[in-house]
Nanobody, 126 residues
Framework: QVQLVESGGGSVQAGRSLRLSCAAS????????MGWFRQAPGKEREGVGA???????SYAESVKGRFTISKDNAKNTLYLQMNSLKPEDTAMYYC????????????????????WGQGTQVTVSS
């Protein structure tokens, strides 16, 4: 059974950092596209970024330069390092996994729908 379990959320002041983790089980995460999404109250879910099986990453413009996605294949764990947090980063954060396209590229984040975690809340106060 595939499971994604996020952890590391919390409440911080603006400008501080948090690191989220996503432990994957039931499949080999290294062979999938892995990504982070977030959803704030009253807003649509937003793709934060993704990491390919080869380790290359992509990010939403709103977090580029502040957030870093990484993974530890040996631990089957995905990470989201969030620096210089802003109040507008407040949201429920979800990790997700999606099958790569042929050739190894990841599908656009807007179409991901295969595996999802339960989410972890991040609250940033000003």
């Amino acid at each position: 059974q595939v499971q994604l379990v996020e952890s590391g959320g919390g409440s911080v002041q603006a400008g501080r950092s948090l690191r989220l983790s996503c432990a994957a089980s039931g499949y080999t995460a290294s062979s999938y596209c892995m990504g982070w999404f977030r959803q704030a109250p009253g807003k649509e879910r937003e793709g934060v970024g993704a990491i390919r099986s080869d380790g290359s990453t992509s990010y939403a413009e709103s977090v580029k330069g502040r957030f870093t996605i990484s993974k530890d294949n040996a631990k089957n764990t995905l990470y989201l390092q969030m620096n210089s947090l802003k109040p507008e980063d407040t949201a429920m954060y979800y990790c997700a996994a999606e099958s790569p396209r042929s050739g190894g590229s990841c599908p656009p984040l807007v179409v991901w729908d295969t595996y999802w975690g339960q989410g972890t809340q991040v609250t940033v106060s000003s």
